[in-house]
């Protein structure tokens, strides 16, 4: 199971590394480097280096508003536009996204993933617990980033150009 | 368990990708992700070498410093240089070769 789930996790990787180098536009290319990064933070939970995987989530999490600050936001969420309704339903969204982001995070941080020393072949459940528990929350977080981009596009689109 | 020889050739495989877009690519933003590109596949090289002793993992958390920090450094090069040529091509930056 685990060099099945690593070689796919890699594929994955590598696809994003290629997209990383190869992409014309810069913030598909940044965007990219990060998806490469989520793999390998799930390629470290299979490898059993906890401390490498949560100071690689650390970065990731840094990466992210970082391009989220300098290169989405100005572009596409359009935050400060005037005539815009203080508060929305994109507003709502957003915030109760972060806090089930939060607790799931801290759900899965309260069940530590100890490395496997002793697995040597077949099933290792806590290795396969930190990869597993990586994938959910990282489908989280992009399933939620989706939702709440879409219905600000869709905000946008009906408010129409300024 | 995953055998160390797979890690070695994912390792092995993100590293050449990217030393070939160090390599190819002119735009500066793009380098600079090839070099971090570059840094993931050492770090999972250093995973698969030390077998998830606690004394390794310190090592690659403080290579995974020195990416973070190496691409902040290349950002900020890059933004300096925006402001000064209006471009980010980096063969268009040679002053210091003259």
């Known amino acids: ?162 | 368990m995953i055998p160390s020889s797979h890690v070695l050739l994912l390792g092995l495989l993100q590293f050449t990708i990217g030393l070939v877009g160090l390599l190819l690519r002119r735009q500066g933003m793009v380098v600079v992700v090839s070099v971090v590109v570059m840094q993931n596949g050492i770090l999972l090289v250093m995973c698969a070498t030390a077998g998830g002793s606690s004394p390794s993992q310190v090592e690659g958390v403080v290579l995974l410093a020195l990416a973070v920090a190496i691409a902040l450094t290349g950002a900020a090069i890059l933004y300096a240089f925006h402001r000064f040529r209006k471009s980010v091509l980096i063969d268009e930056h040679d002053r210091m070769k003259h």
């Open chain 1, 1 to 162: 199971m685990q060099p099945i789930l690593f070689w796919v996790v890699g594929a994955i990787s590598l696809m994003a590394g290629l997209v990383a180098v190869g992409h014309a536009r810069p913030l598909r290319s940044t965007q990219g480097l990060v998806a490469l990064m989520a793999a390998n933070l799930i390629l470290l939970f299979l490898l059993s280096t906890t401390l490498l995987a949560f100071e690689m989530l650390l970065v990731i999490l840094g990466t992210m508003v970082v391009v989220w600050m300098v290169l989405v936001r100005p572009g596409r969420m359009k935050l400060g536009a005037p005539g815009r309704r203080r508060y929305n339903i994109t507003k709502f969204l957003a915030f109760f996204a972060a806090i089930w982001l939060c607790a799931v995070i801290w759900w899965a941080l309260s069940h530590p993933v100890k490395p496997a020393e002793k697995c040597t072949e077949g099933f290792c459940p806590q290795v396969e617990f930190g990869a597993w528990m990586s994938i959910f929350v990282l489908s989280i977080a992009a399933v939620s980033t989706i939702v709440v981009v879409s219905i600000r596009r869709r905000e946008n689109r009906e408010e129409g150009p300024e």
